[in-house]
């Protein structure tokens, strides 16, 4: 077994639990095989992850590829591997070079004109010779080279586009022609799982993903992305878009319109034949959809041509720079999926929704199995670390992904009990049958009782949904908690996001503490970083647990016949990990102090409660709440 000492690890001191954790990830990629580890926030996986791989990586001269949604993760990676480089130096040994990768929209620095608002498309004219004064690209090698050589030491995206922006240079442009020379690259799980990105991605790699180690942060995320991304719907409102769209083709569009005006036929009539009082959604078989559509068509266009003539509207657009992507492409594909789908693996459903009293009908194609997604790829992969502070209960995770030969690995907490308390409150429910007016003044006031009973102490509250937020703050009397009141909306953009978050951060000149309301499937659950005093209460109200629509029900009944375990993987666990995030918040470090309230009595549950973290320790509430918190804030560790 390795001695942590060879390891690329820049600290003197090692936490409990990193040592396993990081000898595991060694031994994992020395047998070119995979491992799934789910580690506790705060034990440091973003190092404990990096030190063993780049280490193999170095010996096996693979390349690093580190998945991740947040721009703040790759952050984070950034500034470690900052460190590993300045120990490296100091033992006379060479930078390992990295690359981030966040999308064009995010690392162009020039003005979006209202002439060309689509950042893609402004990119695009802008790279043509002569039309971007701000960026040279590659015109001036040995500019370039000097600018290359400056890039092993950034610590931040932030910091990235600013050199290359200094210099003159595209940061994206850059991030291409660096990715050859970098030993990491950090970017999307999209560039790795998404075929038609991924092989442009490796492409610019100039290697095949058998020459790479994959870390996969954040991957209890993963299932939802890749179901997401091999889901495919068509729609009124997406077929009226692609109508207005063919109005910018100067070619005859006249079949394309009669299809997009069939298949909306198509959808109405579809609905119509399966019409229920009260019910908006049913399933409906492929062929039945197939004939009905063939049929609505006629004989003259068939199939094949339907498809072509869409990507024919598609490719003018994107040649004429019309717009980065297309209504009518999008629906090219989805008629694709439609005829090639494989039904027990996929649920096919027509809805109705309603909007300004005009009804919606919208055909979706869900995929139900994604381990023909994810295992190919982890498994072609040199070695792959699949990672997360909430892969509970990992067996699912295991299962689901397809990754029956790979090793498991569950950590404890690195801190002590005593600096977390996680009160259940039994006498909350949020069932659907129970709520009332009643119970959203309960649930006010024992909210309001934890705020004061912890009044100079940042809080999180986090609720269902919206509707149940703001039902429940209608109840409370936010004036008498004595803090800043801030409340999550709906479609916070990155900006709105950081602007709370440094709110959240500041008291002022009046040292208020903070309390800020939000949805535990919203925006401020996870991939928010708040230590110490920033953050020390987290209250969560109910269990977000998904609308029982017929995907959740039919994605229930693949994992009952698949693994006998129907209602924990396709319901109540996915609901639990949002919870273990949400509560996550509050303990990052060390130094950090934590009171998180679950208020629900199913919490109680065996069903519910054998997902949580084995080393949590739960306690009802019980006594006085106020003298309990007071003495949990103040004792001496």
């Known amino acids: 077994m390795v001695d942590i000492k060879e390891l690329f690890f820049p600290y003197n001191e090692i936490r409990e639990g990193q040592e396993e954790f990081m000898k595991s990830v060694y031994s994992t990629i020395e ?142 442009t850059v991030a291409n022609l660096e990715v050859r020379k970098s030993d990491i690259i950090i970017c999307d799980v999209n560039y790795v799982f998404i075929s038609s990105i991924s092989d442009l991605f490796f492409s610019s790699l100039g290697v095949s993903i058998e020459d790479c180690i994959i870390i996969v942060d954040e991957a209890h995320n993963l299932p939802d992305r890749i179901r997401n991304s091999n889901s495919y719907s068509i729609s009124t409102q997406t077929l009226q878009f692609a109508k207005e769209e063919l109005k910018l083709c100067n070619f005859d569009t006249s079949k394309q319109n009669l299809i997009v005006n069939q298949l909306k036929k198509t959808l109405e009539i579809l609905y ?198 703001q039902k429940v703050m209608y109840e409370m009397h936010l004036l008498k908690l004595g803090r800043k009141i801030i409340k999550e909306q709906r479609g916070l953009s990155q900006e709105d996001k950081n602007d709370i978050i440094k709110k959240f951060k500041n008291k002022g000149i009046d040292n208020k503490a903070t309390v800020l309301f939000a949805v535990t499937s919203g925006s401020f659950s996870e991939g928010i970083d708040l230590p110490k005093e920033a953050l020390e209460v987290v209250i969560v109200v109910g269990i977000p647990l998904t609308v029982p629509d017929l995907f959740t029900k039919s994605l229930m009944r693949y994992y009952e016949v698949k693994f006998r375990k129907g209602q924990l993987y396709g319901y109540i666990a996915p609901a639990i990990s949002k919870i273990t995030q949400a509560a996550g918040r509050c303990i990052r470090t060390n130094e950090d102090r934590g009171l998180v309230v679950l208020m629900d009595k199913r919490f109680l549950w065996p069903m519910y409660g054998i997902n949580f973290p084995s080393f949590w320790t739960l306690e009802k509430r019980t006594g006085d709440v106020k003298e309990r918190i007071e003495h949990f804030f103040n004792q001496e560790d």
């Open 31 to 172: 047998n070119s095989s995979s491992i799934l580890i789910n580690a506790p926030t705060g034990l440091g996986k973003t190092i404990c992850s990096l030190a063993p791989t780049l280490k193999q990586a170095v010996r096996f001269n693979k390349k690093v590829i580190y998945l991740t949604s947040r721009q703040t993760q790759v952050n984070q990676v950034l500034s470690t591997l900052q460190e590993i480089n300045q120990k490296r130096e100091a033992e006379g040994k060479q930078r390992l070079k990295p690359t981030a990768y966040i999308g064009k929209k995010n690392m162009c620095y020039t003005p979006v004109s209202a002439e060309h608002p689509d950042p893609s498309i402004k990119c695009k004219r802008s790279k043509t010779p002569g039309k971007c004064s701000q960026c040279k690209n590659k015109q001036d090698q040995i500019e370039y080279e000097d600018l290359s050589n400056q890039l092993v030491n950034f610590q931040s995206v932030e910091e990235f586009i600013s050199v290359c922006r200094r210099e003159g240079f595209c940061p994206y």
């Open 272 to 469: 119509s034949s399966k019409k229920e009082f009260n019910v908006f959604e049913h399933r409906v078989e492929k062929n039945e959809f197939l004939y009905q559509f063939e049929s609505t068509l006629g004989e003259d266009i068939k199939p094949k041509l339907v498809m072509e003539l869409l990507e024919q509207v598609e490719t003018f657009v994107l040649e004429q720079e019309l717009k980065s992507t297309s209504w009518c492409g999008s629906i090219s594909r989805a008629i694709y999926e439609l005829y090639d789908f494989d039904s027990k693996n996929n649920v096919l459903t027509i809805e109705m929704t309603m909007n300004k009293q005009i009804e919606h009908f919208a055909i979706k194609l869900q995929c139900l199995d994604i381990a023909p997604f994810i295992k190919p790829i982890l498994t072609q992969a040199f070695s792959s670390v699949v990672m997360s502070a909430t892969l509970q209960p990992i067996k699912m995770y295991k299962d689901i992904m397809g990754l029956d030969s790979a090793q498991i690995l569950e950590l404890p907490s690195p801190f002590m009990a005593k600096r977390q308390k996680i009160i259940i409150d039994d006498e909350i429910t949020t069932q659907f049958s129970q709520r009332s007016n009643d119970m959203f003044t309960k649930i006010a006031l024992h909210t309001e009782e934890y705020l004061q009973a912890a009044s100079t102490k940042n809080a999180l509250v986090f609720f269902p949904s919206y509707t149940f937020m």
